[in-house]
Structure formats: C-alpha cells, structure tokens
C-alpha cells in the first residue's frame, strides 16, 4: 500500500497537475464502457475519478471492479474538469486521473445508501452504525460534537477551570431516577452505582478548595426513553465557589456563545434575559418558555365582568378565571376550531371559545356576547390591535396555564405566527424548592435535594413545605430546558432539614449522605453551579430533533443496542463468581 499524500478535501485546493495519492471509500460508480466514472469519499469529502481504458488499461481494469464502499487507493494528477462539466460543489471543478487503483477492502451491498436522506428505519441505522455514520449529515454532526467539546474546555480553562474526572463506580444516592447497579464481586451482596450525576462528588471538590470545577461528565439513568433521552448521556458539569448568581450566569452565558460561534459560526445574543419561575408560567403556561414569537397568555378576566356569556360568568361568580392567548392574523375554519378544540381537551382543558377579530370588528358566536366596551378591554388586555383570533378557556386559574402553554405551542406552528430566527436563550429561577408527589402529594425536591431554598423563605421549611423557593435556576433555549444548577446546601444543619421534609430519619440521612455531612464540617464554601445536557445542545445546534442523532452509539427507546446486542445475558459461571443467581423468569 502506498502513503497517503493528501485528504480527499485537501485535493480540492492543491494545484492542477498535482501528483497525488488518495485512499477512502467509493461512493458511486458510472461504467460507460472505455470510460470509468467514481467518487471517492472521505471524512472531509467526496471526488471524481475518471478512469480512461486508452490511457491506463490496468486502472481501468480495477475500476470496473469497483462497488459502491470499496476501500481504494488512487494514485494520480488532479486535472481540471472541462468547463461545461464543473459543479457548483467543493472540488467539483476539477477530478482525479488515475495512475493505479488498489482495493484495499470489499464491501458487499449495503443496507441503504450513504447519502444526505436519512434512512426511514431507525433500528437498521444504528444496527449498521458505522455505515451511518459515513453519511455526510452524520459527519457533519459529529464534526460540530467535536468542536463544540473542544472549544468548552478551551474557553473554562481560560477562565482558570479544572477539568476533574470523578468516579464511574459509585454510591446509590436518589437523584430523581433509577439507578444502574452494578454488583460488586468482592464484596458478595453490595453494589455499586453508575452515577445519575456527579452531584455531591463536586460538592466534595468545593469543600476540598477546588474552586472552579468542570467535568463532560458520562451520566447515567435507568429511566422510560423518549427522542430527547438515552440511558447514557453526556453533561457538562460545572461548580464554582464564593460567586453571585449572576456570576455563574456570565460563565454559563459565555461558555454558550463561544461554542456556537466556534462550532456553527452563530453569534448568540448576551446577556440572556431572567424570568421568575412565577413568571413564566403565568405568561408562557410553561417553566421552558420559547420566547421566540409572542401570544403570550393573558387574563382576561376583567375584560369579561358583568359579561352575559353564561359558561364565562359562572367560572368568574365562583371565583375562576378566563384566560387566554391572542394569535395575530389566525382565521381559523371550522375544521381547525374543532381541531382546537380536541387539541385543548386531550391536554386536560374543558373547551376553548374562540373570537375572530376582522377589520377591527369581533365576528362569530362569541361576538354577540362582546359589547364595545368588553372588546375595548380585551384589546387592551391582549396588548394587540390588528386582526386575529382570541382562543380563551375559563376554569381555575392555575390549572388553565398549562392547558394554555401547549396551546400557544401548538397554533405557532399551525398558524406560522413569526418567530425570532436564530437561538433564543433566556433563565428561569427562584422554582419551588418541592412540589406535590402525584401519588402522595408528599413534598419531593423539584430538582434535587441539595439545593439551597431561598434566604428568605428558609422559615417556611417545616411549616409549609410547598411555598419555600428555591435558588435555583434552569437555562432555556426555543423551548427546551438545556440544564439547571442552584446554589447548593453547604450548611450541615440546613441541609438534615431538608432531608428529613423528604421523610428520611437521621440515622437514615447519615448512612446515605454522612460523607458529605461531614466533609462540611471542616469547613464547606458557599458554591453554585449547574449541568448542562450537552447531548440536547449539540442535536439543537446540528438541526436535528432526536439526540439519537449525536450520540455515536445510541441505544433504542428500549434500551437495546441493535449494533452490538447489549444488553445480553451472561453466564452461570459469572452470575456465580458475584454470588448472584436469577429467579425463575428472570
């Protein structure tokens, strides 16, 4: 085999005439008789081979031969192609005339084609992974993975990080999951735990003076997948001590728009804007709003006092509300309004009520119960003058918010209300420290519980569990929460409190957390931080929905891996070096 002199992309800048040796895969193949058309394609490209029988009988020969993912060597001159044959593509002005072919490796038909369309069956893609994975979107991907890991350690580091691994083989602590076990062979009957984070682990590292931590921390959770989830996933973990929160928010702002602009060439705009918890969920029905495009909910239960419209009043007189969003420019069918409305009951809502709004006037059956006065208020209230639709539901107040959420959702696709372009980025904080079991209704932590409540509201913790805020806080972008962080427990004392709300006895609390507990008795810093889905931000920043996508080998909404066949059972003989033996059915 000879040396390889050049990538197939760096051909495409090299001088005409240029003697070259390339090596990578075939990814088409012409045969027209005397002539030989191929491209050859690597990670950085894809060329054209002409192979001419007059000039090279014997490269001719081999060209015949040629399928589609070869592996070959083709040595040769680059030429330029004639003008009337030049594509508008990278390299496509010029191919290479070859002096010898060698094939370096056969390939039998593959499963599908390694082109720019995505299979359309999934499991076949990650069962042929590494054929997948040579398709150019997938390249691509992997590509921006790469960048984008790259320049987050470059750009911490300038701001004066350690990197710190921590363990993968750990302690079973509640993090919000199941865990993944595994048994211990030297210690029959105690196992270990593949950690859902490296929470107290870089609490640990505050306490131990560390400063300023990050990890792009492996994470693991036994939990029911969906597009956004796999049982293993990449986060970055960040911690810093004696900081503000707007100082971590200056850490976690910049990191973001140094990587999209270094990975995809976006300028994100700083600083990202703060929402309340309260807020968002009043204004957006959601704690992940997309602040991209308006119709934001509104109350518009003023607008409808002393209204004649009976389902209205009746909800008002017992103290409900009448809430809603505006969606300028929407007109929609009868079709579409039952649509709507099937939409809003199947997310838990009684009904919508529509008022059409044409040429400034309210038209349809809501009209008639709308004098001038309650449209003059409810312009007012939605803070919109132009035509549209007005979709309003009456009911509890809290419980219509949500309801709302998924349907300002919802129309902004059905109706192309504008959005902003690019990556819209904002915080949302000060979240409930617990919220109600839905089995229960016991107080469980929101997010985790180490996270520090609310100066303010810390005398709440015991006598009302339910209204204390945490310091916490999630970053959001176009509608998907990226991660959260908080500042953490770093008191001993507050810290039992809020386990014990959680229902665990002290002895309970010292035998799961009692090395944490007493790390802060030599001396624990105050300190924040956050995690950052990273497997999420990269499928945003490469456009695709699923972070099956960029994860190299994923696993199935099962939890299979079709390429290697993990999980699979083992044998008698390792179930009995761990002292473990599998129940009938197991």
Known sequence: MQKRTHLVGEAFSVAPETQVTLMGWVERQRDLGSLVFFRLRDRWGSLQVRVNEGENPGAHAVARKLRAEFVVSVSGVIKLRPEDERKDEPGGDRELVPESIEILGESKTPP??????????????????????????????????????????????????????????????PEGARDYLVPSRVQPGRFYALP????????????????RYFQLSRCFRDEDLRADRQPEFTQLDLEMSFVTRDELFEV??????????????????????????????????TDKPDIRYGCEIRDFSGAFSGTEFRVFASVLEAGGAVKGIFVPGAKPSRKEEDELNAFVRKGGGGGLALLRVQDGNPTGTLAKFVDEQHFKALREAAGEAGDGTFMLMAGEPDALLPVLGQLRVHVAEAFSVPKAGGFQFCW??????????????????MHHPFTSP?????????????????????????????????????????????????????????????????????????????????????????????????????????????????????GDDQLAELKLKLRDGG
Request: hydrophobic share 40%; net charge negative; aromatic share 10%.
């Open 196 to 211: 859902q984070s490296p929470q107290l682990l870089k609490q640990t590292l505050m306490i131990a003076g560390t400063d």
């Open 454 to 570: 609310l100066e303010e509201d810390i005398h709440l913790l015991e006598s009302d569990p339910l209204k204390v805020r945490a310091d916490s806080y999630d970053m959001v972008m176009n509608g998907v929460e990226l991660g959260s962080g908080s500042l953490r427990v770093f008191n001993p004392e507050l810290q039992r409190r809020i386990l014990r709300n959680l229902g665990m006895t002290d002895d309970v609390i010292t035998e799961r957390f009692g090395f944490l507990l007493k790390a802060y008795g030599y001396g624990g810093p105050p300190h924040r931080g956050f995690a950052l889905g990273l497997d999420r931000i990269i499928a945003l920043m490469a456009g695709t929905s699923s972070i099956r996508d960029v994860i190299v080998f994923p696993k199935t909404t099962s939890a299979q891996c079709p390429l290697t066949g993990a999980p699979s059972e083992v």
């Open 112 to 173: 599908f084609y390694i082109t720019d369309e995505t299979p359309s069956d999934d499991t076949l893609r990650m069962q042929y992974r590494y054929l997948d994975l040579r398709r150019p979107p997938m390249v691509r991907i992997m590509e921006i993975r790469h960048r984008a890991f790259f320049e987050l350690r470059r750009y911490l580091d300038g701001l004066g990080f350690w990197e710190i691994e921590t363990p993968i083989l750990t302690k079973s602590t």
């Open 428 to 445: 949302v904080v000060d979240f409930p420290l617990y919220e109600p079991d839905e089995e229960t209704g016991e107080p469980v932590p």
């Open 252 to 285: 976690g702002e910049g990191s973001m728009a140094h990587i999209f602009k270094e990975a995809i060439g976006v300028e994100v705009k700083l600083p990202f804007p703060v929402y309340t918890y309260a807020e968002v969920m009043s204004r957006f029905g």
